[in-house]
């Protein structure tokens, strides 16, 4: 059946049509042309034989940018051709001076080997002898000697050039000399902590080439985000001319948002989003429609995998996210693009521009976090002439409840800032002995920066550097870059190895701070909707060891978290309460974890998680409720509302920042050692903090305002998951407690 007979079907009947709250239709659109810029002629031809006579605007805008010596950043939508943006320019520079070189950054491996295969193919349609190569982890040891030498494109990512570039640029020397472009690819994922990381990697990058003699351009692409031409400016230190109205035509586009049945009007409790999905995607690929599926986390995704699995053997589905070894990836890639397999359910891994075909419909299992990330999943369906859908199934967390019932506010609202933060001290003290490994600091290099010189001097202190008349020079044992993650605090990951055979083998791996989490003793593990139940963690030498199980349920850890403050940075006060921004030291403990069973989500018991607290020293923004507020409520009225207020505020605050919930802790302290008063904690959970607390401090207006409206608009009479939290779990009258505490709070304001 064709997608808009499934449509059809679907707005007929009741069961669907009644949750769906709001059914955008987006008309096709023709594209807009621009005249090609000039290039080498076998480029023109090449060009010409793929019936290329002129460019998008955007693509010829991008080009010409480029060529006149411009820094450039290209933000348009999903499948608007942005790669021929670098792609020509680059080949045609090569062309010119067979001697020039480029780098092309990647976030992930999977997309450096998609964005390979485009590379190749117009290698090739300009009749080859240029040397594109990739190199990363998978590249095998004897070809890397050939590839420092004779690359003139080398494709890599963050983490390669990190660890395996920078610190031995010396054998990199032709690619260093030669180097006139940096391109950075999907510029919107390098975000928080890992935008801040890879900030100070690119500084380390153009550190060694000005050594070399080589001052490159960057061209960076991004999916829409509010500030791109600020975000490449902050990773880079380097000016940009920003190019993003996109002249690429677009298919016909269904926009659905559903908003899953009440179950229990009094309580304010809706169908499980998991269970709705299963449904519409049973429509969907019932009818043979192919489908992307987004969920919210690891374990949500193998649930519904098992789900949809039961309901259509005869259909082929996979499941996709990051944990999966790379061989797994790739098979269902392929499979996505022959259109073997019919349907794929996927955490944000597959986000990213990974050209997987033209899939029909995509399902948001629940708001991603982000307006930029729900766009980006959105777009992943409809990459050619014919039409497509997305649907957006709210949870019942409360972001989701105020999307979803002010649809407005979704598709009018431009997409959030990503925010990164690369003088974050912890990261930045981590690249500078890096930096100081690869290449010694002089004086006249940092006279500028006071806070670098104490750095240097603090290394050279603890025997780190040696500092003589005028340099830096590196001193200590070990390779700095190795002890270095780019994507989390920790320096590794925790391999998952399933001891059910003779012969033990690796399946999965987990971050080594999810891993409490995600595979403590006990915990079922998920993968590829197989069950696995956890024998035993082995923190220290970063192992889970798991066996095949076969249980009717699954498990969901659950954990505390203790705030202190250390400094405050910036203050501000009002009646009734007060504003902070500073910094904390937190203590996240895994406490306990529930036995939660397939399809009916019941809780069939609990067990306990006996390991040791994690500390850390982060940023935070905190809210102080003063003596003139509390007087008008009791003490147990007091901590009620401010639990309510917890729940509500750590829901709404993605809202306005680039980040998951999961970025974020909140704590609520009833009296606080520090202040005296009610306090409400909203803290970044990465060491030393990227910028969100900074940003709430801000933000928190609105913040508040928000909170309000969703309480204001919550169906429940007495508290929920979809607003303050379940009265059980933050006291009786929450709902109206908080409601009556910001409406003091912002009455003044």
Not at 158 to 185: A, Q, R, S, Y
Not at 296 to 322: A, M, T
Not at 550 to 570: G, I, M, Q, S, W
Not at 629 to 651: C, K, Q
């Amino acid at each position: 059946m064709k997608l808009e007979q499934v449509l059809d079907q679907i707005g007929s009947n009741r069961r669907f049509s009644e949750q769906i709250t709001s059914w955008v239709r987006l008309p096709s659109r023709p594209a807009q042309y621009g005249e090609i810029p000039p290039l080498h002629m076998k480029l023109c031809s090449a060009l010409h034989t793929r019936g290329i006579r002129k460019l998008y605007s955007h693509q010829a805008e991008a080009v010409h940018q480029v060529q006149s010596g411009k820094h450039v950043v290209i933000a348009t939508p999903t499948a608007s051709g942005k790669s021929l943006c670098y792609i020509l320019p680059i080949i045609d520079r090569i062309l010119q001076n067979p001697q020039s070189s480029a780098l092309f950054l990647f976030p992930t491996k999977a997309l450096a080997q998609d964005q390979r295969t485009k590379i190749g193919q117009w290698i090739s349609s300009v009749g080859g002898g240029i040397a594109s190569y990739t190199y990363d982890g998978d590249t095998p040891a004897d070809s890397r000697r050939s590839i420092r030498h004779a690359g003139q494109i080398v494709i890599t990512n963050p983490d390669m050039l990190h660890t395996g570039i920078l610190p031995h640029h010396t054998k990199w020397v032709h690619l260093f000399e030669n180097l006139d472009f940096i391109v950075i690819d999907e510029l919107h994922s390098y975000r928080g902590v890992f935008g801040s990381h890879v900030a100070n990697v690119l500084r380390r990058l153009q550190r060694i080439a000005a050594f070399y003699g080589s001052s490159p351009t960057f061209i960076a692409s991004s999916a829409t985000i509010a500030n791109p031409r600020e975000l490449a400016e902050g990773l880079t230190g380097r000016s940009f001319a920003l190019v993003e109205n996109s002249g690429a035509p677009t298919s016909k586009k269904h926009l659905l948002m559903y908003n899953p049945p009440v179950v229990n009007r009094e309580l304010g409790i809706r169908r499980s989003a998991i269970l709705e999905a299963t449904e519409i995607l049973h429509q969907l690929l019932a009818n043979d429609v192919q489908t992307l599926a987004f969920a919210r986390s690891r374990v949500q995704l193998e649930v519904l995998l098992s789900y949809l699995r039961q309901r259509l053997p005869n259909k082929v589905i996979r499941g996709y996210r990051g944990g999966y070894l790379p061989r797994q990836r790739r098979e269902i890639e392929r499979g996505l693009q022959t259109g073997e397999i019919r349907g794929v359910v996927a955490t944000n891994a597959l986000e990213l521009g990974i050209d997987i075909g033209s899939l029909e419909a995509s399902v948001l299992v629940g708001y991603p976090g982000t307006i930029a990330s729900a766009i980006q999943q959105m777009g992943r369906a409809g990459r050619s002439d014919c039409p497509s859908v997305a649907i957006l199934i709210a949870s019942s967390r409360p972001l989701d409840q105020h999307l979803v019932t002010h649809p407005d506010y979704f598709f009018e609202r431009s997409p959030e800032h990503a925010l990164v933060h690369p003088r974050n001290l912890l990261i930045r003290v981590s690249h500078l002995k890096c930096a100081a490994f690869e290449l010694p600091f002089t004086r006249e290099e940092v006279c500028h920066d006071h806070e670098q010189q104490e750095i240097l001097d603090y290394l050279a202190e603890n025997r780190v550097l040696h500092a003589s008349a005028d340099r830096w020079h590196w001193m200590a044992e070990g390779f700095p870059a190795e002890e270095i993650s780019l994507r989390s605090a920790s320096t590794g990951n925790v391999v998952i190895i399933d001891r059910s055979e003779e012969k033990p083998s690796v399946i999965g791996e987990v971050d080594e701070f999810s891993a409490p989490m995600l595979v403590h003793e006990e915990a079922i593990y998920l993968h590829e909707s197989t069950q696995y139940q956890v024998e035993h963690l082995d923190l220290k030498e970063r192992k889970a060891y798991v066996r095949r199980v076969d249980v009717n349920y699954y498990t969901d850890a659950t954990f505390a978290v203790e705030t202190a403050v250390l400094e405050v940075f910036r203050g501000e006060q009002h009646r009734y309460s007060h504003r902070y921004f500073g910094e904390v030291r937190l203590s996240a403990q895994p406490t306990t974890f529930k036995k939660i069973r397939f399809n009916t989500h019941e809780n069939l018991g609990w067990g306990r998680i006996p390991l040791p607290p994690q500390e850390m020293h982060t940023t935070a923004y905190w809210m102080t409720l003063q003596e003139s507020l509390t007087n008008h409520f009791t003490d147990g009225e007091v901590e009620s509302g401010l639990m309510g207020l917890r729940h509500l505020a750590l829901e709404v605050a993605p809202l306005f920042l680039s980040c998951d919930r999961r970025d974020l802790y909140a704590v609520a302290q009833v009296r606080s050692p520090f202040t005296g008063q009610p306090t409400l904690f909203l803290c970044d959970a990465y060491p030393g903090g990227v910028g969100l607390g900074e940003s709430l401090f801000t933000l928190e207006d609105q913040l508040l305002r928000t909170c309000i409206d969703v309480i204001e608009n919550c169906i429940c009479s007495d508290g929920c998951p979809s607003c303050v939290g379940v009265p059980s779990e933050v006291g009786a009258h929450a709902k109206a407690l908080a409601f009556r505490m910001l409406d003091i709070v912002m009455g003044e304001r």
